[in-house]
């Protein structure tokens, strides 16, 4: 072993050495539909009211450290009571960080269900905080029982679910997720990154349950490129998390974009709206391949299972289309594919490769 070697061993904690960085695929070149992101530009109109607004940012300037006039619009977009705040993140990611570290006390365990959002798990791991993960049910359904148990043996100072899933894309029931919030000691932050695609929402019960926050990011909306997620909840609770945000977190670009972004909410809601009809109609058209089973969702995927999957994944890719790999991530997820919703013509190249490639391993049979 080399000198360097030795030092990065003697030094990094071994729970990191044997991490795997996030892995995010080289997408040039391909249809990309492996990332929940909105297919679909903002209108040639808007984009020119955005390119004279970044034309006149003070880029020679550190961004505003507390942007009012962007939280407002945030705030009166949720309608949110007068007692309740708001903090801004790097995408939903540094809000899951700085939550974790706000409540990381010796022996405090973060808890979440499984298969879910990756990112709460690692975060766990990254700050040396215990996990405690809770398995569906086959049905990717809330395993109640289990889940109170744990609630109930394992004590979690921070609960993360996402609502909806990712990457089962189900909605769970409200009440359940009410049952869970009414039993757990500690904070239960309801993860709403795909509240656009979905018919519900817990930010109008953040007065009803004093250990609820909700998270969203605007990535899945539209401005995945920004960055940019909030935490909304008691006051109490946001102030404490103020002092462990960093600087300048968002930076002048996102806060000016989002902002103008804002400004015209509805077109990104009509974006959101036609992607469900696309879910919909992309859902029928998988339903109808002998083979392929789809699981309901809330969101802007579809989770596929299939027989071979990691063959059919990289058929796909093969010819050009790249969707996400979910089997070995989970046993749960076995023979299980990910596949965002397009345009339609995206969607249909999808189909396509899918129905060439398993065609192909048909007669390679």
């Known amino acids: 072993m080399s000198s360097i070697s030795a030092l990065v061993s003697q030094l990094i904690r071994p729970e990191i050495l044997a991490l795997h960085a996030y892995h995010v695929p080289v997408s040039e070149g391909y249809v990309k539909l492996d990332a929940m992101e909105n297919p679909y530009l903002v209108p040639p109109a808007l984009r020119e009211e955005i390119a004279a607004v970044v034309s006149r940012a003070a880029l020679n300037r550190y961004p505003d450290p507390n942007p009012q006039a962007l939280k407002q619009k945030i705030r009166a977009l949720l309608g949110l009571d007068a007692d309740m705040g708001i903090v801004l993140g790097n995408g939903s990611d540094e809000l899951i960080q700085l939550l974790a570290m706000a409540v990381n006390k010796p022996g405090g365990t973060l808890m979440s269900i499984e298969p879910s959002f990756v990112m709460y798990k690692m975060i766990a ?31 979690p100072a921070l609960i993360f679910l996402a609502y909806p899933n990712n990457p089962t894309g189900n909605l769970f029931s409200a009440q359940q997720i009410e049952a869970i919030i009414a039993a757990a000691p500690g904070l239960v932050v309801v993860d709403e990154a795909y509240y656009a695609f979905a018919d519900d929402s817990f930010i109008p019960h953040l007065a009803d349950y004093p250990n609820l926050l909700v998270m969203r990011t605007f990535s899945k909306l539209g401005m995945a490129g920004l960055r940019l997620g909030f935490l909304a909840g008691n006051a109490a609770w946001l102030n404490e998390l103020e002092k462990l945000r960093l600087p300048y977190n968002v930076g002048v670009l996102p806060q000016l974009v989002a902002g103008t972004l804002l400004d015209h909410h509805d077109v990104l809601l009509a974006q959101a709206e036609q992607i469900k009809q696309d879910r919909s109609q992309l859902a029928q058209q998988l339903s109808a391949i002998k083979g392929v089973r789809v699981y309901p969702s809330s969101a802007n995927f579809l989770l596929l299972r299939i027989a071979r999957a990691r063959e059919i994944f990289e058929g796909i890719k093969q010819r050009g289309v790249l969707i996400k790999n979910l089997h070995g991530s989970h046993a749960m997820l076995e023979n299980c594919l990910r596949v965002t919703v397009g345009t339609p013509e995206e969607n249909q190249k999808f189909i396509a490769a899918l129905q060439e490639t398993i065609t192909q391993l048909a007669q390679g049979e």
Not at 135 to 148: A, I, P, V
């Open 125 to 155: 791991t990254f700050l040396g905080m215990r996990y405690a993960g809770v398995q569906l049910n086959s049905d990717f359904s809330l395993d109640m029982s289990g889940l109170l148990a744990a609630i109930a043996r394992e004590r």
